[in-house]
């Protein structure tokens, strides 16, 4: 089951954390969740969470998007629902000023109300892979996609191979695109990640659209690339 949770805060001393916020909201969870939950979190191979922020309209405010891909990390949304309020290291109080629920689905639940073929992939906080022992956001696309494909087996029971993944991603076409560098500070260490969107039409043939749907509408969950759990890698399936 994968549940998320959506809310946004105020953060009136914001100006005074150098660190991404997200990585700030991290910490405070692992504070406010059970001692032997936070220790679970991240003994585990992969990740079953991902948070990430971004600004919202208004001033010194931002919207947080908390997910869970297992039972394990439930603790993570439900917690999140239950606050009213949330302590973020040098900034002080944020106030919670909206509230979503807590949403339950699956991942066949999400394909089936997944039609059509023309899509955007939004990359909305910086992604960022390793290569040679070196992270970074660029140049192949597709490599930030081989974390949602290795935690997808192992938490959906998938048997995805990434290199039949990259054969299909690579006979889509390609529409609108922009992405850029960004680098992403996660305590004094900047990683340069990759943002941006592209606009795709997913190849004709219909077992390769199912496993790119899948496979991108997981990724709204989990996240893109390393270090989903700091705030990176905020992915956004969107049909156009």
């Known amino acids: 089951m994968l549940k998320q949770y959506d809310f946004t805060m105020k953060i009136p001393k914001i100006e005074k954390v150098y660190s991404e916020i997200a990585v700030k909201v991290h910490g405070a969870f692992m504070y406010l969740i059970p001692e032997q939950d936070a ?9 079953a969470f ?22 394990s990390c439930d603790v993570m949304p439900e917690t999140a629902s239950k606050l009213n ?5 040098g900034a002080g ?19 089936a109300k997944t039609s059509g073929r023309r899509y955007r992939l939004l990359f ?4 960022v892979f390793k290569t040679a022992g070196k992270e970074t956001g660029f ?30 991603f690579y006979r889509c076409q390609f529409g609108e695109w922009q992405f850029r560098q960004y680098d992403y500070n996660v305590s004094g260490i900047h990683l340069p990640g990759l943002t941006g969107h592209a606009d795709i039409v997913l190849p004709s043939d219909a077992g390769e659209q199912e496993m790119l749907k899948k496979i991108f509408l997981y990724a709204s969950f989990s996240g893109t690339g390393g270090r989903t759990g700091m705030g990176m890698g905020g992915f956004f399936f969107q049909k156009l």
């Not at 979503?100 to 689905?105: D, L, R």
């Not at 909305?124 to 992604?127: G, K, R, V």
């Open 124 to 127: 909305l906080t910086p992604s």
């Open 139 to 168: 140049p192949d696309v597709t490599m930030h996609f081989l974390s949602v494909i290795r935690r997808m087996n192992e938490f959906e029971g998938e048997q995805i191979d990434f290199d039949i993944f990259r054969r299909a």
């Open 39 to 47: 220790k679970k979190l991240h003994e585990q191979k992969y990740h």
């Open 85 to 89: 309020s949330l302590i973020i290291k």
């Open 93 to 111: 109080k944020a106030e919670i000023i909206e509230r979503g629920e807590v949403f339950s689905t699956s991942l066949k639940e999400l394909l």
């Open 50 to 71: 991902s948070i990430y922020c971004i600004p919202a309209d208004n001033y010194n405010t931002v919207h947080t998007r908390i997910s869970s891909l297992h039972e």
